[in-house]
């Protein structure tokens, strides 16, 4: 005859080990798994990643409206960037390939890293921050894409850049600040 033991609360390792030893069946609920997910949790994440996949699948077809920044764009003095991996939660990760520069060092191609809003009309509002590899500034870019009803894909955006300055006397001209406009490039 086997004995059961049911759990409503999380019972501790020592426990759950001696009741095994003597024989007894542990069950407990799911959401009292100490270190597991509530159930409500794991379903909201489902459901997340299913709307998610629906709406790539649908822009792939043309039957949605999607914000889809993966890809290259072009900006209008010629600086470039590379949108190569984005997840379900609206991040995205890529390279910028700037065509202007304040500095007299090589350019060089440097990282950027962002997020998007998921909406379903296709009018997404986004961000991304760019570490130049070749200067020692940062810049932060907000943006909204447009691109819906077949035409062409364009992000407007404004940025701010901050260089770094050698003291706080000099701080006033360590900030740019300006806008662009990138369309997708074929």
Request: net charge positive; charged share 25%.
């Amino acid at each position: 005859m086997r004995r059961r033991l049911f759990c409503a609360l999380a019972v501790p390792a020592g426990t759950a080990l001696a009741a095994a030893a003597a024989g007894m069946q542990i069950f407990c609920q799911a959401d009292a798994i100490p270190g597991g997910e509530k159930d409500s949790v794991k379903e909201a994440k489902e459901a997340n990643t299913k709307r998610w996949l629906s709406q790539r699948q649908k822009h792939s077809t043309g039957n949605s409206k999607v914000c889809d920044l993966t890809g290259w764009w072009e900006n209008d003095l010629g600086s470039k960037m590379l949108v190569d991996k984005t997840d379900n939660q609206g991040n995205f990760w890529g390279v910028y390939h700037t065509a202007v520069s304040s500095t007299q060092k090589p350019i060089k191609p440097s990282p950027l890293i962002g997020t998007q809003h998921l909406n379903e009309d296709g009018l997404c509002t986004f961000g991304f921050t760019v570490n130049w590899k070749f200067s020692d500034s940062t810049a932060v870019f907000v943006g909204q894409y447009f691109g819906e009803d077949g035409r062409e894909e364009v992000l407007q955006t404004s940025w701010m850049l901050r260089e770094k300055v050698d003291s706080q006397h000099n701080d006033w001209k360590a900030t740019r600040v300006g806008r662009n406009t990138f369309k997708k490039m074929a």
